[in-house]
């Protein structure tokens, strides 16, 4: 099934209980909580709060979105993870977004490859004795900025609980995306939804309704439960959101 949700770092300026509040406004079922201003890596107290919120007004947290880079961390990242894992675990989250290093894939040389991939598998480990699964935010200037190099990545961890987040790339077209999305299938959790024709360019997801129904019609191949959460607003005004959403709910009611 899958299940119409918001990232909350769509709306950075907006307090937890207003994030709560719009979410539930609009008929969203979850939320992913973001590390950089909602719930920050290792404030258990605040984590607790905010997961209590969410269940009062009847939404799951989907995920915690951290910004847990790989190769960030040098000879501390165990440390450093175990941050993000308590705050997770605190939050009741089952999936952590973490983000595959620093640089285009084809910037990153191979030693240092398999550096960032001995690290994830280590993280993965951390978080298995959790019962949490680490999925890759799918981004520019990552390891998993295209889907030759994201597949690639998949193949090199190889562990149940590595993931994948998907969302189209602007600098693709439908076509490449759609590849894309059918290639990752087996390894996506998590959706990320907006619609970005091309770099700088936001636009209603009502105008990318065909693209949208297409990919969620790949997205039901496998009948897998995932969340497909609206990140971010045409215009970064909360005022969209209802209108956002029920384009999302719509889309998701065709299947």
């Keep these: 099934m899958l299940k119409p949700g918001l990232v909350s770092v769509s ?3 907006l307090s937890c209980e207003e994030i709560v ?11 992913e909580w973001g590390g950089d201003v909602h719930v920050p890596p290792d404030n258990i ?19 915690y979105g951290s910004y847990y880079r790989l190769g960030s961390y040098g000879t501390d990242y165990k440390k450093e993870f175990e941050k993000v ?12 977004r ?39 935010e799918c981004h520019r200037n990552t390891l998993t900025d295209c889907r030759a190099s994201a597949l690639r990545l998949m193949h090199e961890t190889g562990m149940p609980n590595l993931r994948m987040y998907w969302q189209p790339n602007e ?9 894309a999305l059918a290639d990752l299938l087996p390894y996506a959790v998590n959706i990320h939804v907006f619609n970005w024709p091309e770099p700088g360019l936001r636009l209603p997801l009502s105008d990318g309704f065909d693209e949208w129904s297409a990919y969620f019609d790949t997205l039901e191949k496998d009948n897998v439960d995932r ?3 609206l990140e971010f607003m045409p215009d970064d005004n909360p005022a969209s959101l209802p209108r956002e959403a029920l384009t999302l709910k719509e889309l998701l009611g065709m299947r």
């Design 11 to 13: 709306f950075r300026t």
């Design 21 to 31: 509040r719009i979410a539930a406004s609009a008929g969203l079922e979850g939320i």
């Design 45 to 63: 107290e605040n984590a607790l709060r905010v997961a209590e919120m969410t269940h009062k007004a009847g939404l799951l947290v989907a995920a």
């Design 85 to 96: 894992l308590s705050t997770a675990c605190a939050l009741g989250a089952p999936t952590i």
């Design 98 to 136: 973490i983000w595959a290093g620093t640089s285009a894939s084809a910037d990153v040389a191979e030693n240092e490859r398999e550096r960032l991939v001995q690290e994830a598998r280590k993280l993965a480990e951390m978080a298995k004795e959790k019962d949490i699964t680490i999925a890759f």
């Design 171 to 179: 600098c693709y077209d439908f076509a490449e995306n759609s590849l």
């Design 227 to 229: 969340w497909c959460m």
